[in-house]
């Protein structure tokens, strides 16, 4: 198992780090997951957030949310982009 190995790499120090932010909610292992597969993500396939296409070159990332959560999505054109942005606006994110 793959977690189990990286875990097994891990030092003492870098083990109670871990275990403090998983106490404490895991906002920062969370983060780092979700960096993760954004990061991958853009090197994959890119959804259309409103519309579910596939999003090309032409394609559009925005990048919304306040600094300690940030947030990215693609767009596959202005109409969707602009429907997102009504939607973020109605429930304020
Ligand atoms: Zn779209």
Redesign the pocket.
């Known amino acids: 198992m793959k977690i189990r190995q990286a875990v097994e790499d891990f030092d003492l120090t870098e083990l109670e780090k871990l275990h403090f932010d998983l106490e404490s909610g895991g906002k920062h292992l969370r983060e780092l997951v979700k960096e993760r597969m954004e990061e991958l993500n853009t090197h994959g396939k890119r959804i ?6 596939e ?1 090309g070159s032409e394609g559009i990332e925005l990048t919304f949310g306040p600094k300690e959560l940030r947030k990215k999505a693609h ?3 202005y ?2 982009l602009e ?1 997102f942005i009504t939607q973020l606006r109605e429930r304020q994110l």
């Open positions: 259309c957030a409103v519309c579910g296409e999003v767009l596959c054109a109409d969707c429907y």
